[in-house]
């Protein structure tokens, strides 16, 4: 078992090795590729990824950290209401949101054409939000929540009770704020920037919709348009590089963290005292808190129903429901078996490390746990170069058909990138299993069969079900590895909506785009209910 699950895992790692092999044995004719996009295309792709994931970068902090220290560390009106409420964003996939934008933002749309109506003027006015900066202030709405989410933990476990002894010993608000929280909250800060900036390059769609020339759309414009897979593969392992360095950067906050926890704080952390906020001061906390939920969440949400609703007025030229329920079972079913498969890979493997079996094993897990950082798009381009050099050497194999022709291939794509979802969550459910209940059944002579169906798997019913929604809910969203490798017919309620979006129907865009948000919202849920004071306490 240990060797078969080995091999699983280094199966799984392919794609990244596909992508890295690119580089070996290049030619004349590929170091001439290589030389034509550091001359034409590549300046353009890593500046404008470069300042993207700068502003985001800034923006995610700034918002992030704002939101988490005032719910962490102050009282003030609708502070328990913001602490789920800070959360939702984060069921809003970005070219979901991009959608909404312009649809209400754009020329044509509702506030401009209000306004105009109101004030008398002409033209627009203000500017196109498909741009950099708009694209920039999209990503910063729906991908705070990582940073508030760490941000937040750090400082209600850690800097609440140390801004309490602080307090006693005469420090004032400003200085215990600066001196004590926002030091124990840097490497969260970090992290949360971290994971943010990993999706922010890995994105597809809103670059796409936007017309924006990055690292991700341009792996796809290689590939699709000019044809050309040693292009794509060249930007897909530059890419891979920025990720993987974001990766380390997390990783490294991630153990800061881990070591600046102590015991004691998260003991007295429900003893200590928030300051309490009045005046002025509650009302700017209120306003800070509740901006990002409405222009991350509700509004967009408002602008979607509005669609909907127009479209269902005009029955006749709105979408078919009888497609919508195909495109919605397609994705339904992906998403289930996906999640199925992931967590049976997720279970094997924690049970596997629990035993402690091999070191080769322990290594194939982490190698495995970094294909959530890996790009969708990386993940496509990675499928199909070897796919593409065992269609040339074995025609007879089929190998191509098997991987676009089938779902095999797609599997294959979402195994890779949230296989390590899954994994995290059991590992995590098995770290709250007491490691003597194994040397107990092993002393009562329990095979390993019978200890995890009869011992492990009941504790990990929480965990595995974590596991399971988790899965579903990201290959529901997942947009750019699905574009590359469905198979015929078999369209998703994410695709679907980008191609509506991108031939300018977003009316029809609406309600593919308002099913996916509403899946969203169940991990969201899920989440704020785990955060609350008393399920630590269970």
Wanted: glycine share 6%; charged share 15%; net charge positive.
């Amino acid at each position: 078992m240990s060797r078969l699950l080995t091999f699983a895992c280094l199966l799984l790692a392919v794609p990244v090795l596909g992508v890295l092999g690119s580089w070996i044995g290049l030619d004349a004719a590929s170091l001439q590729v290589l030389r034509h996009q550091f001359d034409t295309v590549l300046p353009e792709y890593a500046l404008n990824s470069l300042l993207l994931a700068l502003t985001v970068a800034i923006g995610v902090a700034l918002l992030g950290g704002a939101t988490a220290a005032l719910v962490a560390l102050f009282d003030f009106p609708l502070r328990r209401v913001f602490e789920w409420a800070l959360l939702l964003p984060l069921a809003m996939p970005a070219y979901v949101l991009a959608y909404a934008a312009t649809d209400f933002l754009q020329f044509s749309g509702p506030l401009q054409n209000g306004l105009r109506a109101w004030t008398g003027a002409t033209g627009a006015l203000w500017p196109d939000v498909r741009s950099l900066w708009g694209a920039a202030a999209l990503f910063v709405l729906c991908l705070y929540p990582y940073v508030y989410l760490l941000t937040r933990a750090a400082l209600s476990e850690r800097a609440v009770p140390l801004m309490e002894a602080a307090r006693l010993l005469g420090a004032g608000t400003a200085r215990r704020v600066r001196e004590v929280a926002l030091p124990l909250a840097r490497p969260a800060l970090a992290a949360g920037v971290a994971l943010a900036l990993m999706e922010t390059l890995a994105d597809y769609g809103v670059g796409a919709y936007f017309g924006l020339s990055t690292f991700t759309t341009g792996i796809y414009k290689a590939w699709l348009v000019m044809y050309d897979r040693d292009a794509a593969a060249q930007l897909a392992s530059l890419l891979l590089v920025l990720v993987a360095l974001l990766l380390w950067v997390e990783q490294r906050a991630q153990k800061r963290l881990r070591f600046s926890a102590t015991r004691s704080g998260a003991v007295h952390a429900a003893e200590a005292r928030a300051i309490p906020l009045t005046g002025t001061r509650a009302a700017l906390a209120v306003l800070v808190c509740a901006l990002p939920v409405l222009l991350g969440f509700v509004l967009p949400v408002l602008v979607l129903l509005r669609l909907v609703w127009i479209e269902a007025a005009h029955g006749e030229v709105g979408l078919p429901l009888a497609r919508f329920a195909q495109w919605a079972w397609v994705s339904f079913k992906l998403a289930g078996l996906a999640a199925v498969l992931a967590t049976s890979v997720a279970l094997l493997l924690g049970f596997s490390l629990r035993l402690r079996e091999s070191v080769a094993l322990r290594l194939s897990a982490r190698v495995v746990s970094l294909g959530y950082a890996v790009p969708g798009a990386v993940i496509a381009v990675g499928i199909l170069l070897p796919v593409g050099w065992l269609q040339e050497r074995f025609p007879q194999l089929g190998s191509a058909a098997l991987v676009t022709g089938t779902l095999f291939g797609l599997m294959y794509a979402y195994l890779v990138r949230f296989s390590a979802v899954a994994l995290q969550s059991i590992e995590a459910g098995y770290a709250r299993v007491p490691s003597s209940i194994d040397e107990t059944a092993h002393l009562l002579g329990a095979s390993r069969r019978r200890m995890f169906f009869e011992l492990h798997a009941p504790l990990l019913r929480r965990a595995g079900l974590a596991a399971l929604l988790l899965v579903f809910v990201d290959v529901m969203k997942e947009l750019p590895a699905t574009l590359v490798l469905r198979p015929f017919n078999s369209d998703t309620l994410a695709v679907v909506a980008y191609q509506l979006a991108r031939d300018e129907r977003l009316g029809e865009a609406a309600l593919p785009s308002l099913a996916i948000v509403l899946v969203g919202l169940l991990p969201v849920l899920l989440l704020s209910r785990s955060m609350r004071p008393d399920a630590a306490q269970r």
